[in-house]
């Protein structure tokens, strides 16, 4: 048996499972990075962004492509990436698989695992390991000791619906430059913020029907919950559980990081961290309102209107946030 592992390499449990799996792969290469610094450097700790129906997808980014190979940039890592989220024939996500299992072959040879999304689920995780001989990935990802069995080339992404993500850190980045990666995070998160994001052809990125970003997040948020329009029903207590963390990483890499590397500007940092505190403060109550195993809790009329107050005060908090950030431009 012709077996590479990466021994190192192991999924961090992580609310956001890029930043997870980013964290493991960091890891293995030598860099322990701090949640603090992953959300905030990632810019994830500032965005908001939901599904109308608070559907878990709704809390990834798109172009994941050029989105997370900028997010791995930031963290200080040269990376190449491949997304296809459409197949034109059977052979053709067969032909894609094997090319990618050719490329991630080559890459564990050298020490370097690879981020993959589809790896026991519709998350994403690390390959840190390959068999040649049954074409197995051994894996890691946020079900390790649940679920540890490994993934087959043939079985790499989802084909419903359509996606095959890839991730590759080759090394670190020779020109790497921490402040301006700091700069460039918050800058991403306030485009974002005021709907003024631009493609790679600088073109402005039109949000899908279904997603609501930004300011209107918090209200389509509120919605779903008043329209019991919420499917399933546990992404009420994960998205507020995700944000939560956000937050909470968001408001240390303000205090910590940021205002090192942004000396003139630490006063108005520091002002912003107290919003994202407030927005945890409220953020850990509204999560309470809906427990996971407890689903009957969204048809609770007392709990929906005390969600929406919360949702309320951590709208207000955000802005209040977002427009500092925006004085450090």
């Known amino acids: 048996?012709?077996?590479?592992?990466?021994?190192?390499?192991?999924?961090?449990?992580?609310?956001?499972?890029?930043?997870?799996?980013?964290?493991?792969?960091?890891?293995?290469?030598?860099?322990?990075?701090?949640?603090?610094?992953?959300?905030?450097?990632?810019?994830?700790?500032?965005?908001?962004?939901?599904?109308?129906?608070?559907?878990?997808?709704?809390?990834?980014?798109?172009?994941?492509?050029?989105?997370?190979?900028?997010?791995?940039?930031?963290?200080?890592?040269?990376?190449?990436?491949?997304?296809?989220?459409?197949?034109?024939?059977?052979?053709?996500?067969?032909?894609?698989?094997?090319?990618?299992?050719?490329?991630?072959?080559?890459?564990l040879d050298l020490g370097l695992p690879a981020i993959a999304y589809g790896l026991h689920g519709p998350a994403f995780g690390i390959i840190n390991g390959f068999d040649d001989e049954t074409e197995n990935f051994r894996v890691s990802t946020r079900f390790d000791g649940a679920k540890d069995a490994p993934v087959n080339v043939h079985e790499l992404g989802l084909t419903d619906p359509p996606c095959v993500f890839v991730l590759i850190s080759t090394g670190p980045s020779t020109d790497y430059d921490r402040a301006k990666a700091a700069r460039e995070a918050l800058g991403e998160a306030l485009a974002h913020h005021f709907h003024q994001e631009k493609d790679e052809a600088g073109q402005e990125v039109a949000i899908p029907a279904d997603l609501a970003t930004g300011m209107d997040a918090f209200e389509a948020w509120g919605q779903a919950l008043h329209d019991r329009k919420v499917a399933p029903p546990w992404s009420a207590a994960l998205t507020a559980a995700y944000y939560l963390e956000a937050r909470t990483h968001g408001a240390a890499f303000l205090r910590g990081t940021a205002a090192q590397l942004h000396p003139r500007h630490a006063e108005t940092l520091a002002k912003a961290a107290q919003h994202f505190d407030a927005q945890a403060a409220e953020l850990q109550q509204l999560a309470g309102l809906f427990p996971v195993r407890t689903p009957a809790a969204l048809d609770d009329p007392a709990r929906v209107a005390a969600a929406i107050g919360h949702l309320k005060k951590i709208a207000a908090a955000h802005e209040a946030a977002m427009m500092l950030l925006a004085e450090t431009k």
């Open 1 to 107: 048996m012709a077996f590479i592992g990466v021994d190192g390499a192991h999924f961090h449990p992580c609310m956001d499972s890029f930043l997870g799996a980013a964290r493991g792969v960091v890891a293995c290469l030598g860099e322990e990075l701090s949640d603090a610094d992953l959300w905030g450097l990632s810019g994830m700790a500032f965005r908001t962004q939901v599904h109308r129906a608070l559907a878990p997808a709704g809390l990834f980014p798109r172009q994941w492509d050029g989105t997370y190979g900028r997010v791995m940039q930031r963290l200080g890592y040269a990376c190449i990436a491949g997304l296809r989220d459409h197949f034109y024939t059977q052979d053709d996500i067969s032909y894609l698989r094997s090319g990618w299992m050719g490329n991630i072959e080559r890459h």
